[in-house]
């Protein structure tokens, strides 16, 4: 079974340009989540899908990042424009049901110079 | 809101001696504490969990503990082995949603 993948596994922009990510969730898992580390602190919880509808945006850090998931099946995670404070390694994690086992995806490193 | 506090940042410990980490937590109300291992360029990976009903679970040489008075939990892991060297983190969940609230992480070394 093919695990959380997620594209491009690193990424560099100038400020002010746009990026997206991607994620393809496990097949099957109806709940997606983005994640963010920024250098040194801890992983921080952005958003919460589950199918299509967002569950839980509390953790999106402003109105330059707008996550879509349509169809129920990958997500993207688009930052326009990037700022320097954006970069990090962004994280998706997908489960089965709620409250279940959240599998994480390698990461897609962004750097915003 | 829920704050996870992880110590320590960096541990070194000679192979096979035991390495602990320690977590606190703030949220009452958190019920489900997994422990996630980051080796280099890869995915964070689920290595043991434990829910607020038992106090302690052990998988072969990797344990958690979970003190709910006290607000902690930690990881054990004995007889380290060099593959043991990654970054760890613990975290929390509530249950009332699905966010889980990670510590800093620990940078784990095996030294030969």
């Known amino acids: 079974e093919a695990g959380v993948t997620q594209f491009p596994s690193h990424s560099v922009i100038e400020k002010g340009q746009t990026v997206t990510l991607r994620c393809d969730p496990i097949?099957?898992?109806?709940?997606l989540y983005w994640y963010r580390r920024v250098m040194g602190k801890e992983i921080k919880f952005l958003l919460h899908?589950?199918?299509?509808?967002?569950?839980?945006e509390s953790g999106m850090p402003n109105n330059r990042f707008l996550a879509e998931r349509t169809g129920g099946t990958y997500s993207t995670l688009k930052v326009q424009p990037a700022e320097l404070e954006d970069s990090g390694v962004y994280f998706c994690a997908s489960a089965t049901t709620r409250m279940n086992i959240q599998y994480f995806g390698a990461g897609t490193r962004l750097s915003v110079l | 809101g829920e704050n996870v506090e992880q110590h320590p940042s960096t541990l070194s410990v000679q192979e096979g001696d035991s390495a602990v980490i320690k977590c606190t937590y703030s949220d009452s109300a958190s019920n489900y504490f997994p422990w996630y291992k980051q080796e280099l360029g890869k995915r964070p990976q689920l290595i043991i969990d434990?829910?607020?009903?038992?106090g302690e679970k052990k998988d072969q040489r990797i344990a958690v503990t979970l003190n709910k008075t006290a607000k902690h939990f930690s990881l054990h892991i004995t007889e380290t082995q060099p593959e043991d060297s990654a970054v760890y983190f613990c975290a929390a969940s509530n249950g009332r949603d699905d966010k889980i609230i990670f510590g800093k992480g620990t940078r784990l070394h095996i030294l030969p």
């Open positions: 899908f589950v199918k299509e509808s967002k569950q839980d």
């Open positions: 097949s099957g898992h109806d709940n």
């Open positions: 434990i829910r607020s009903n038992v």
